[in-house]
């Protein structure tokens, strides 16, 4: 895994700065320059905008008592789009782009389920019994009542200790 990670630390910057020099024989340097500054502020425009209507629509459905996972879900593709606008290069602005439209982040969200669906049936499974628990404990089915009967034990006068008849277990009757 470590070594993937330095490959992808230094092979991607590698890769960005290829295509900007040949973006930049193709369309010039300073045109280049400008698309990459003008993706940037893009990325922050993106950020500021759709951040906040995703925030809203993730406060929307929990207040409607629904689970907010698709909210939730494309904020994060939302942020992780925009953020990878506001890096410089063309690679990574592909890749932001892809995930800022609807359609890829329906195709991202379906791969996504199917690759850690085990882990959301755990997650739901122990949503799903706290909730039925909590719903069982709020209707009163339950009751946590106990019969009992309580000897006080130094009210005699002459200061002896008061004898107890045994105590018998629950379900057994004295015959």
């Known amino acids: 895994m470590w070594v993937f990670i330095l490959a992808l630390l230094i092979v991607w910057p590698i890769a960005e700065l290829y295509v900007m020099i040949v973006v930049s024989q193709s369309i010039g340097f300073f045109w280049m320059l400008t698309l990459v500054f003008l993706s940037s502020v893009a990325g922050i425009l993106v950020l500021r905008h759709r951040g906040r209507v995703h925030w809203q629509r993730l406060r929307g459905a929990v207040s409607e008592r629904r689970p907010p996972a698709r909210?939730?879900?494309?904020?994060?593709?939302?942020?992780?789009?925009?953020?990878?606008?506001?890096?410089?290069?063309?690679?990574?602005?592909?890749?932001?782009?892809?995930?800022?439209?609807?359609?890829?982040?329906?195709?991202?969200?379906?791969?996504?389920?199917?690759?850690?669906?085990?882990?959301?049936?755990v997650a739901t499974s122990t949503a799903t019994w706290t909730a039925s628990r909590y719903g069982q404990y709020r209707s009163g089915r339950q009751s946590y009542d106990m019969d009992g009967e309580a000897v006080d034990v130094t009210d005699r006068p002459d200061g002896m200790p008061v004898q107890l008849p045994p105590v018998t277990p629950p379900g057994e009757h004295e015959s």
């Open 71 to 121: 909210e939730a879900f494309d904020g994060v593709m939302i942020t992780s789009g925009a953020a990878l606008l506001i890096i410089p290069g063309f690679i990574t602005s592909a890749l932001g782009l892809l995930l800022l439209f609807p359609p890829s982040r329906y195709l991202i969200r379906i791969v996504v389920f199917f690759l850690f669906s085990s882990r959301f049936k």
